[in-house]
């Protein structure tokens, strides 16, 4: 049987069993819904698109994997291709791997490794966010800001080579006045901190962390797992402030295949690249570089572009604002707008229990957590849709 995530089994209701998804819309055998949750904010293409399903088919008659280790291939040449010319500054060494947390993961091991390499062997610590999360694995579980961690550190204590602070400058410069030659990296979710609870902030805070790393000689990492692919109203945070490692997944497969990519920026491959064979990379998922993986990225990509999916986020973020003006309820703290996400945060939880089935009698698929009420809709939903997303939420309250 099947043991879901992030649940409860002995208490859990029985999920939707989905027999087809098209477009904005998950099909079970009696209901259409629209998928307001973008299958973990991945799928924002929308399902079955027929030029992603073509070049899945087109590659699948050739071949579906090949190993990356002593063997290479198009699919994930012209991938890393693509992304060192369409990524800014010079992000242009991609390392890929097969989800989000392992990405994440490299990304840690990059920035430790790379002072390791230089004798710089005090460099051990991680600074990170409050609230951050970069993924399940156990160190994405220590660096992130997780309750569901509360029973590692019940079991082991606190970890002193991760610093937590809150996303204000001040907390940053105490931080790095304090740890700066200690600290190896300092890691963020730009602008939009997703999975633990929405949370926005300004780039003005990233514009002095970028400031700092560079005086203090600590690499600057995005995980734009969830930011990445316009979802904050920026193609990527990454081309407003320049980080030194940037971490993509959820959304570079359009939500086909899992698949994620650290991409190194030139500094940061010099540290590796060297005629001690001790300081090469030593990390290689089985299922990086997967050729159907890349072939969908790679045209998920060009749609992108060639669709310009920037307008079209431009637009569901104004719909977003018009419909959320003036909207309130003495149980919401706060609503918070920015691009491709929308969340109403609630004072007690309590308040959004049995949303989803409601939504659900409304002909959407939602899924609230603690305190938050969400959606970050596929970006080819139409107004109509996008409305009745919003209209669900807000009669929620009425
Ligand atoms: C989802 C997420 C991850 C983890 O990705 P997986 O593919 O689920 O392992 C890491 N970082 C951020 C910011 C995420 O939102």
Redesign the pocket.
């Known amino acids: 049987m099947i043991w879901y995530p992030y649940e409860q089994m002995k208490t859990m209701k029985a999920p939707y069993k989905i027999v087809d998804a098209e477009g904005v819309y998950l099909y079970t055998e009696d209901q259409k819904l629209i998928d307001s949750v973008s299958s973990?904010?991945s799928v924002i293409h929308g399902y079955k698109h027929p030029e992603l399903n073509r070049v899945i088919e087109a590659q699948l008659k050739k071949f579906a994997h090949v190993m990356l280790g002593g063997l290479t291939h198009d699919p994930a040449e012209k991938l890393s291709e693509k992304l060192q010319n369409w990524l800014p500054g010079d992000l242009d060494y991609c390392f890929f791997s097969d989800?989000?947390?392992?990405?994440?993961e490299v990304a840690l091991k990059m920035a430790l490794q790379y002072y390791m390499n230089r004798g710089e062997h005090q460099r051990t610590m991680v600074l990170a966010l409050e609230h951050a999360?970069?993924?399940?694995?156990f160190k994405?579980m220590e660096v992130g800001d997780d309750e569901d961690y509360h029973f590692v550190l019940k079991a082991y204590g606190k970890s002193d080579q991760v610093l937590h602070i809150p996303a204000e400058i001040s907390a940053l410069e105490q931080a790095f006045a304090k740890y700066h030659d200690r600290l190896n990296c300092f890691i963020a979710?730009p602008l939009l901190q997703?999975?633990g609870g929405m949370r926005m902030y300004d780039i003005s805070f990233l514009k002095r962390a970028r400031q700092l790393c560079d005086q203090y000689g600590v690499l600057l990492v995005f995980?734009?797992?969830?930011?990445g692919f316009g979802r904050t109203g920026n193609r990527f945070v990454a081309d407003l402030v320049l980080p030194d490692i940037l971490?993509l997944?959820?959304a570079l497969t359009g939500g086909y295949i899992?698949h994620?990519v650290t991409v190194a920026n030139q500094k940061v491959y010099e540290g590796f690249y060297d005629d001690n064979p001790s300081h090469a990379l030593m990390h290689g998922p089985t299922f990086m570089g997967n050729a159907l993986a890349c072939s969908v990225a790679l045209k998920s990509i060009e749609l992108f572009e060639e669709q310009d999916y920037m307008s079209k986020i431009r637009r569901i973020e104004e719909i977003t604002r018009h419909e959320m003006e003036g909207f309130s309820d003495p149980r919401i703290k706060e609503i918070r707008i920015m691009g491709g996400c929308v969340c109403v945060e609630v004072y007690d939880p309590g308040t959004i229990k049995g949303y989803q089935q409601f939504a659900c009698e409304h002909g959407v698929f939602s899924r609230p957590f603690l305190n938050y009420l969400y959606a970050m809709v596929p970006y080819v939903i139409g107004e109509d849709e996008l409305i009745q997303v919003l209209r669900t939420m807000k009669k929620w309250f009425s």
């Open positions: 973990w904010w989800s989000g947390s392992v990405a994440v999360y970069h993924g399940d694995t994405t979710e997703g999975a995980d734009e797992v969830a930011t971490v997944g959820k899992g994620a």
